[in-house]
Nanobody, 129 residues
Framework: QGQLAESGGGLVQPGGSLRLSCAAS????????IGWFRQAPGKEREGVAC????????AYADSVKGRFTISEDNAKNTVDLQMNSLKPEDTAVYYC??????????????????????WGQGTQVTVSS
């Protein structure tokens, strides 16, 4: 069974940047949509970005659009999330997840979790001064 592993989380000051990476093992990503989700304490899980690895189609939640960028590296079998201009409200555990689906737009992010068949273990991102 395939696995996903996130890395790159940590503590950053408001306005700073972090880059998260999602590495796949035992399967290749080229037929999948990969999503980045986050969950803050006491809040529901939120889809923040997704990418269809087959053609690079991307989508973002309104809360992160213009600040976060999702990208793929086929050679490394990874999907990264570059996070800029971070805000305290971005603090959460971030998860990557794989679905045999297509990232069709920001409204799909709201329902993508129903299609997920593999989740990573999560990485903590804390934005604080």
């Amino acid at each position: 069974q395939g696995q996903l592993a996130e890395s790159g989380g940590g503590l950053v000051q408001p306005g700073g940047s972090l880059r998260l990476s999602c590495a796949a093992s035992r399967f290749t990503l080229d037929s999948y949509a990969i999503g980045w989700f986050r969950q803050a304490p006491g809040k529901e899980r939120e889809g923040v970005a997704c990418i269809s690895v087959s053609d690079g189609s991307t989508a973002y939640a309104d809360s992160v659009k213009g600040r976060f960028t999702i990208s793929e590296d086929n050679a490394k079998n990874t999907v990264d999330l570059q996070m800029n201009s971070l805000k305290p409200e971005d603090t959460a555990v971030y998860y990557c997840a794989a679905a045999q689906a297509y990232c069709s737009g920001k409204y799909y992010l709201q329902v993508m979790s129903r299609d997920i068949d593999t989740w990573g273990q999560g990485t903590q991102v804390t934005v604080s001064s």
